[in-house]
């Protein structure tokens, strides 16, 4: 089968408009993050509120979240995904009039968190189920890597420009922010994608119908729980804090720079795979990318040398990335068009609980075993986790092609 070039991609003007979209949305969310939690510490000054603004964005999150699966798979994604993205240029417009007026408050900034995660709990698996209606089949893992390539850049960028920008104050964030989230919603107005919705009634035996089909389908359930298992045990980033300052003797710009690794490591991966796509093994690409992941987690929770500690942080991005494009391709490519909205919710389920519940694990056997305890643990978890997934999926571990 001739490798699609590089070039086809990019002509693919529906996907690049989406794309684009998305890298705005993301860029602008990124700040928004930075500016919210930055503004609640110097209205309250206190951690606990600090907490409070990811706890209340989390929540709506995962509570809508099948619900939101459900809606995607019987309305056009395109425009589902562009009213996510003009409600949170609503969230930050509103954030930038209580800012210049001066009554911003804890109370409205926890309700409009509200909202952000409400929002986030529609447009996370609406924009994963619509990037195989945007390409060809044949292009749809250099469509999840480039994806994947501009979530990184934002992320890595959208922290940095919203602290410059809150240099001016928080409403100039807020206002850049707006502005990025009304364009990613202009681009998203022409994009009409491929989609006939599902007939379906909507009863809880529906809403649950991607649940049963991922249970069901042993590669996708493999697919799925290995990202849950491994970045809960193999997560390190709840406890940079403590290893910048304690272990590695290094201030508040060496702790963004560990920050940033896994997010630089990542980026770099992605233009990789953007260039040469992984076309044979995929599955053992799938399960050794775990394994390095795991084995990079342990050399860093070793390492006394902030140079080796940051090495190791770009390696569990990098190869995190190739696990996240493996995955992510095979979940679309082995769902039915009727349903991924519903797959896709269960995916970002799963991908939100390994996220919050490893900084938990991370703190809780941190104060059990202390930083370097806790962090070599997780990457031997990781390690065992990728050894018990081959013998448990086997025909995931075997997998070649893409295409089955």
């Not at 389920?349 to 059990?368: D, R, V």
Request: with cysteine; net charge positive; hydrophobic share 55%.
């Amino acid at each position: 089968m001739t490798k699609p070039k590089l070039s086809e991609l990019f002509a693919q003007r529906q996907f690049i408009l989406f794309w684009l979209a998305r890298l705005a949305g993301m860029l602008a969310q990124q700040m928004l993050m930075v500016a919210v939690a930055w503004q609640m510490y110097d209205i309250t000054g206190s951690a606990w509120d600090l907490g409070l603004v990811g706890l209340f964005q989390f929540v709506p999150a995962l509570l809508l979240t099948l619900p939101a699966g459900h809606l995607v798979d019987r309305w056009r994604r395109g425009r589902i995904f562009a009213v996510c993205l003009l409600a949170q240029g609503i969230v930050a417009l509103v954030l930038v009039v209580a800012t210049q007026g001066q009554f911003v408050s804890r109370e409205l900034i926890l309700g409009l968190s509200i909202a952000l995660g409400a929002c986030r709990a529609f447009q996370m698996p609406t924009q994963q189920a619509l990037v195989p209606m945007l390409v060809p089949t044949r292009l749809l893992e250099r469509a999840v890597t480039l994806s994947a390539s501009g979530m990184q850049a934002a992320i890595i960028c959208g922290p940095a420009l919203g602290g410059i920008l809150y240099v001016f104050g928080a409403g100039w964030v807020y206002g850049t922010g707006t502005a990025l989230l009304l364009l990613a919603f202009m681009l998203m107005l022409p994009v009409h994608e491929r989609h006939q919705p599902a007939r379906e009634k909507t009863t809880l035996n529906s809403m649950l119908a991607g649940v049963r089909y991922v249970w069901s389908n042993k590669l996708l359930l493999g697919a799925t729980s290995l990202d849950l298992f491994a970045v809960l045990l193999g997560g390190a980033t709840a406890l940079l804090p403590i290893f910048a300052r304690d272990i590695l003797d290094t201030g508040p710009q060496g702790l963004g720079l560990l920050r940033a690794a896994p997010a630089a490591g990542a980026l770099a991966m992605s233009l990789i795979l953007l260039r040469w796509p992984i076309q044979r093994k995929v599955g053992a690409w799938l399960m050794g990318s775990v394994a390095v992941f795991g084995l990079a987690t342990v050399v860093f929770g070793v390492s006394t040398h902030f140079g080796l500690s940051l090495l190791a942080l770009a390696v569990t991005g990098a190869f995190d990335q190739i696990s996240v494009v493996m995955r992510m391709t095979l979940v679309q490519l082995e769902t039915p068009n009727e349903i991924r909205g519903r797959v896709s919710a269960v995916n970002s389920i799963f991908i939100g609980a390994s996220n919050q519940l490893g900084e938990f694990e991370s703190g809780a056997t941190a104060a059990l075993f202390g930083p370097v305890g806790s962090v070599v643990i997780g990457g031997v978890g990781t390690l065992l986790v990728a050894a018990t997934w081959i013998r448990l999926f086997p025909a995931l571990a075997r997998r070649d092609r893409m295409l089955g």
